[in-house]
Structure formats: structure tokens, C-alpha cells
């Protein structure tokens, strides 16, 4: 079936070191891949998305990056802060007009 | 604030006990998409509604159950509950959600449910 890979399940970085993380789909057929970002007890929230119709995309610190032959796309958090600090998920379409989403990675940013 | 609203923020209840979460998505957002969240863990898509009609399941027990209103706000109900259901309930909405796969989904700040 469909499904998302994402890793690692937990990350921990130094403040100021970069943050990565990546996912891998299965539906070859996907185009829209959304990485949302969820701090402890509150609402997960759209930081950045990708389509398939480009490769990178950048916002201030964040990137993302899109693999479609190989099925992967990468956040990339750079001169990371303990605002970063939170459960990041990518997720990607799925058959039937819904996100697959990734289990989640937890970013530690040790000060 | 994503313009999702969610009620009730919090919800005891008993095993056994039936409740309605409530829903309210961003003004014009014609699909509402429920999630179950376990503690430490992902995402669990439920169902969608889209303008009223149900649009895609996923893995919604059978005693859950959902609608959408002519107002566009949505309700799920949860019955027989058990104490595996405690979790946060997300809502979320979107613009479309049936005609095109690029659709940004917003959240609602949740309804943490307790069982005991």
C-alpha cells in the first residue's frame, strides 16, 4: 500500500548546526509534499510545501528538496535555535486526493 | 491561529460513553479532514468530508462516525468508548480537498479526549 517513510524517528543537533530530515514515498503518481511542524500540545502547522513540478525550495532557514526518481524529499533546517525544538512531519498524496504522512521526527536542539 | 476552530478543548468522560467533537473550518474551505493522535505518536487519518459528502475514510472504527453540515461545520461522534480512545482529535480544513491533490490542509487546535 501507500505509505511514507521518515527519518530519523529523533534528532538531536547543537544550536546553530544544521537539521536534516528525510522522507520516502511509495505512489510514484504523488506531486504535493507538505512538511508541517508540531510543537508539544499544540496543532501541527504548515511550514513549508513542495510540488512536483520543482526540486528546492527555500524560506529563510528552511529548504526543501524533492527526489522524484528516487522517491525522496529532505527538510533541511539551517543556523538551528531552540524555537526549532518540536515533531516535524512531511507527508505526500496519495491515490485518492489525501497526504500519507510519515511517523514523525522529534528535533532535540541542545543549547 | 489557522482559522479552524475546534470544541470542546477538553473532554472527560467514561468507558461506555458517547461524545461529539465540533469542528468550524476556515471561511469558503469546503473539505474537513479528522485525525486521531495517540500520545507520542503520528498522525491517523479518520475520514474527509467534502461539501457535505463524505469523500475518503481511513482507519475510522465503527463506532466512529462523522458529518458534514450544510454550514460547512463538522461533527464526530465517538460512541463506546474505550480507554484506547484518549487521544487529541484534530480537525482540518481545507479549500478543496476533491478536485485537486495540491490542497494545504490547516488544523484546529484540537479536542484532547480522556477516557476513563
Known amino acids: 500500500g501507500e505509505n511514507v517513510e521518515q527519518h530519523p524517528s529523533t534528532l538531536s543537533v547543537q544550536e546553530g548546526d544544521s537539521a536534516v530530515i528525510k522522507c520516502t514515498y511509495s505512489?510514484?503518481?504523488?506531486?504535493?509534499f507538505p512538511w508541517y511542524k508540531q510543537e508539544l500540545g499544540k496543532r501541527p502547522q504548515l511550514i513549508i510545501d513542495i510540488r512536483s513540478n520543482v526540486g528546492e525550495k527555500k524560506d529563510q532557514r528552511i529548504a526543501v528538496t524533492l527526489n522524484k526518481t528516487a522517491k525522496h524529499f529532505s527538510l533541511h533546517i539551517t543556523e538551528t535555535q531552540p524555537e526549532d525544538s518540536a515533531v516535524y512531519f512531511c507527508?505526500?498524496?496519495?491515490?485518492?486526493?489525501?497526504?500519507?504522512w510519515g511517523a514523525g521526527t522529534k528535533l532535540i536542539i541542545k543549547p | 491561529d489557522s482559522g479552524v476552530t475546534q470544541t470542546p478543548k477538553h473532554l472527560i468522560t467514561a468507558t461506555g460513553q458517547r461524545v461529539t467533537l465540533r469542528c468550524s473550518p476556515r471561511s469558503g474551505d469546503l473539505s474537513v479532514y479528522w485525525y486521531q493522535q495517540s500520545l507520542d505518536q503520528g498522525l491517523q487519518f479518520l475520514i474527509q468530508?467534502?461539501?457535505?459528502?463524505?469523500?475518503a475514510k481511513g482507519n475510522i472504527l465503527e463506532r466512529f462516525s462523522a458529518q458534514q453540515f450544510p454550514d460547512l461545520h463538522s461533527e464526530l461522534n465517538l460512541s463506546s468508548l474505550e480507554l484506547g480512545d484518549s487521544a487529541l482529535y484534530f480537525c482540518?480544513?481545507?479549500?478543496?480537498?476533491?478536485?485537486?491533490?495540491?490542497?494545504?490542509?490547516?488544523f484546529g487546535p484540537g479536542t484532547r479526549l480522556t477516557v476513563l
Open positions: 507527508a505526500a498524496t496519495g491515490s485518492n486526493y489525501q497526504l500519507i
Open positions: 505512489d510514484s503518481a504523488s506531486n504535493y
Open positions: 468530508y467534502y461539501n457535505g459528502e463524505e469523500r
Open positions: 482540518a480544513s481545507s479549500v478543496r480537498g476533491a478536485e485537486t491533490t495540491r490542497d494545504t490542509q490547516y
